[in-house]
């Protein structure tokens, strides 16, 4: 069974600090797909990124950027120079191809202070 | 692209009513739609899977007499809560998928507060 652990149930910071947000998965699979989503507090779901296990580059997309290491089975997410509008609950999610369903970490709370 | 409305965004029942809510891809058709539901602070807890014009596939646990999912369209899941109790109110969010396998797209998610 997969299973996927976000270590940091919370993290503060001020605006302006780089924050990195732990994720590591166990699986026996060898192709699968790892999601980053992010929840505001307003409840939506928002998705930002897609990763399959066959494409080890890390990806930047403005302030941020995601560091796959399948080593280390970690997917972690880095927000640069952290905003106020960043404040929100970040999940890490798994899926290998045989099950469309996804599995998610406890989530991970971003508090941004300004 | 790829976005995934839910209406009502907050609904306030009493005990014993029945309860409907929608899901809907406005921009692509959805093969697939997920039910999940989610308690505070924790994380998100898949309910169901429906597959257009296909029974809904349910997890383990949930009672699919109690919750009714209808998957009638390729833009449209309804998620009903039957006889609703305190013990269901919760954030009911749903997400939807060009099949199966793609990534899925979250709706914003419904409030439901029975009384």
């Known amino acids: 069974a997969q299973k996927v652990t976000q270590a940091q149930t919370e993290i503060s910071v001020v605006e302006k600090e780089d924050v990195t947000l732990d994720c590591v998965y166990e699986?026996?699979?060898?192709?699968?797909?790892l999601f980053w989503y992010k929840q505001p507090p307003s409840g939506e779901l928002v998705f930002l990124i897609r990763?399959?296990?066959?494409?080890?580059q890390n990806e930047i997309s403005g302030r941020y950027s995601w560091n796959f290491q399948k080593s280390t089975s970690s997917f972690n997410f880095t927000i640069t120079a952290s905003q106020v509008v960043d404040s929100a609950v970040y999940f890490c999610a798994f899926r290998t191809p045989n099950d469309y369903k996804l599995s998610f970490g406890a989530g991970t709370t971003v508090t941004v202070r300004a | 692209g790829a976005v995934v409305s839910q209406h009502p965004s907050w609904v306030i029942c009493k005990s014993g009513t029945s309860v409907k809510i929608e899901c809907r891809s406005l921009?692509?058709?959805?093969?697939?739609m997920f039910w999940y539901r989610q308690f505070p602070k924790q994380s998100l807890m898949l309910m169901a899977t429906?597959?257009?014009?296909?029974?809904?596939?349910?997890e383990q646990g949930v009672e699919k007499d109690k919750f009714l999912i209808n998957h009638a369209s390729l833009t449209l899941s309804t998620l009903t809560v039957t006889s609703a109790h305190p013990e269901d109110s919760s954030f009911y969010i749903c997400s939807a998928s060009y099949w199966e396998g793609e990534t899925q797209y979250f709706g914003p998610g419904t409030r439901l507060l029975v009384l």
């Open positions: 699986t026996r699979d060898t192709t699968y797909y």
């Open positions: 429906s597959n257009e014009g296909s029974k809904a596939t349910y």
């Open positions: 990763r399959n296990s066959f494409d080890e």
């Open positions: 921009d692509f058709q959805a093969t697939t």
